[in-house]
């Protein structure tokens, strides 16, 4: 299995920043990627930000420039995710959720932690 716990919500006007962090526990070994999804009310969840095990990355293409995603491996017990956004709009508050994609001796399935709040007033 694979924990997730996030941190760095909160609430920032236009323009501001925050770092989501997730610390990631478990068969850390198994995962294969990870990433940032966010979901707003009324709307469906969608991907943010994906970071693969080579390092490759890739962004949703509304925050692209603005967001960065990095993962702290160094560690061999625990990996920490993070995510970086920067020139935060409205549109951008909803909860984010991390999550990654592990196969833990079967195939591979999604693991989520249990969201953050963003909110970006105007």
């Known amino acids: 299995q694979v924990q997730l716990v996030e941190s760095g919500g909160g609430l920032v006007q236009t323009g501001g920043s925050l770092r989501l962090s997730c610390a990631a526990s478990?068969?850390?070994?198994?995962?294969?990627?990870m990433g940032w999804y966010r979901q707003a009310p009324g709307k469906q969840r969608e991907l943010v930000a994906l970071?693969?095990?080579?390092?490759?990355?890739?962004?949703?293409p509304s925050v692209k420039g603005r967001f960065t995603i990095s993962r702290d491996n160094r560690d061999n017990a625990k990996n920490t995710l993070y995510l970086q956004m920067n020139n935060l709009k409205p549109e951008d508050t909803a909860v984010y959720y991390c999550?990654?994609?592990?196969?833990?001796?079967?195939?591979?399935?999604?693991?989520w932690g249990q969201g953050t709040q963003v909110t970006v007033s105007s």
């Open positions: 478990g068969s850390i070994s198994d995962i294969n990627s």
């Open positions: 999550n990654a994609m592990a196969s833990v001796n079967g195939p591979l399935q999604h693991y």
């Open positions: 970071i693969i095990s080579g390092g490759g990355t890739n962004y949703l």
